[in-house]
């Protein structure tokens, strides 16, 4: 139970790979306040998840690309758990759309960065004040801002690249108060995000370039995510973990 005594908030943590790291901080000893964004049964089911692995969490509903929403959320968790929070992993993101340069408006531009940068910067803002030292955050990133992405994402790859930059900044910052930050930056992980946005096609060419021959899946990035919220990982500082099954190496 590397995660006992400890809670911790997952933005984005009531589907996919969000809801794997919740069951698995969960089933490690974690206290999980699992954010949902609009889908009340996403929550409520990943909650049953936690609680069939004999965990203990809470779900919240909220935006977390609003101020008001991320502070709510925070305060959920405090609350309920004690006043401390010791983990806070930033799952929320998404590509919206594919689109290229003249395709593109200020606009769409504008919510991309919300969803991938600000919302990230949002979580760490409020949460930041209620982490004792030893606590750690996890950002997610994305191999798309190693390589760019693929056709029509290059502004999720930007703003992934700015989650990735602010992981070192915050690393350094935070490093004083004991906070340790890290990002993972995944390849082709078989989640809805590339049921919707990638070809099959694609993703088939793409397991077949990979090392190791396949998709990874969402649980091999919760295994990650808790060894990063746990004390085995206190010398791990400012890094941008790749999880891509080799598909790309930095």
């Known amino acids: 139970m590397k995660l006992a005594n400890k809670v911790a908030i997952v933005s984005g943590g009531a589907r996919d790979i969000g809801r794997a790291i919740s069951v698995k901080m ?96 949002l979580a760490t803002k409020a949460t930041v004040p209620h982490m004792p030292a030893g606590s750690a955050i996890v950002n997610f990133s994305s191999q798309a801002a190693r390589d760019g992405g693929g056709p029509g994402s290059w502004a999720y790859a930007a703003s992934k690249g700015a989650v990735m930059t602010f992981t070192r900044s915050m690393a350094k910052e935070l490093g004083s108060k004991g906070i340790r930050v890290n990002s993972l930056t995944p390849g082709l992980i078989n989640t809805t995000f590339h049921d919707t946005f990638s070809k099959d096609e694609v993703r088939t060419k793409l397991a077949g370039m990979t090392a190791l021959g396949r998709e990874g899946q969402a649980k091999e990035v919760a295994d990650l995510v808790s060894y990063l919220a746990s004390d085995e990982a206190s010398f791990v500082n400012g890094n941008n973990i790749d999880i891509n099954g080799g598909l790309a190496f930095s």
């Open 26 to 121: 969960a089933s490690e000893g974690a206290k999980v306040v699992v954010n949902y964004f609009d889908n009340e049964q996403d929550g409520l089911d990943t909650l049953e998840a936690i609680k069939a692995v004999g965990g203990e969490g809470i779900i919240v509903q909220g935006d977390m690309t609003k101020s008001e929403d991320v502070e709510k959320l925070v305060k959920a968790g405090t609350d309920a758990f004690g006043g401390e929070i010791h983990a806070l992993i930033n799952v929320v993101g998404g590509l919206v759309a594919r689109k290229s340069l003249d395709e593109m408006d200020e606009d769409f531009i504008n919510l991309v960065m919300r969803i991938n940068f600000n919302s990230c910067f």
